[in-house]
């Protein structure tokens, strides 16, 4: 199983990216996907995350309504469409498969997602 994060790059405040991740090796429907990311020393947080199903999302505290994760299971890809980004925005994101077929909606904790992909940079500047 591969996940492969991209769509990074450098906004102003108040712009809008969307990032892709594609999974490669099992079909999209078997697990749920997860968003992270990561600000230099800072740890790991959940960011948002959809079901097997696409039926159950999670989105933090912190998206505040901004974020959209949708999937394409044509295409095994998870999207996170990121707009009005703010400076505190700025982290690698990275994508991950649930250890396990059932997810809890309710949480989204790093420790319980593997398969992470190489993460991609959003910087966004005031």
């Known amino acids: 199983v591969q996940l492969q994060a991209s769509g990074g790059g450098s906004v102003q405040a108040g712009g809008s990216l969307r990032l892709s991740c594609l999974v490669s090796g099992v079909p999209l429907g078997h697990y749920a996907i997860g968003w992270f990311r990561q600000a230099p020393g800072k740890e790991r947080e959940g960011v948002s995350g959809?079901?097997?199903?696409?039926?159950?999302?999670y989105y933090a505290d912190f998206v505040e309504g901004r974020f959209t994760i949708a999937r394409d299971s044509a295409k095994n890809t998870v999207y996170l469409q990121m707009d009005s980004l703010k400076p505190e925005d700025t982290a690698v994101y990275y994508c991950?498969?649930?250890?396990?077929?059932?997810?809890?909606?309710?949480?989204?904790?790093?420790?319980?997602?593997?398969?992470w992909g190489q993460g991609t940079q959003v910087t966004v500047s005031s």
């Open positions: 959809i079901s097997s199903g696409g039926s159950m999302k």
């Open positions: 991950a498969m649930h250890i396990w077929t059932k997810w809890d909606s309710r949480y989204l904790r790093p420790a319980d997602f593997g398969s």
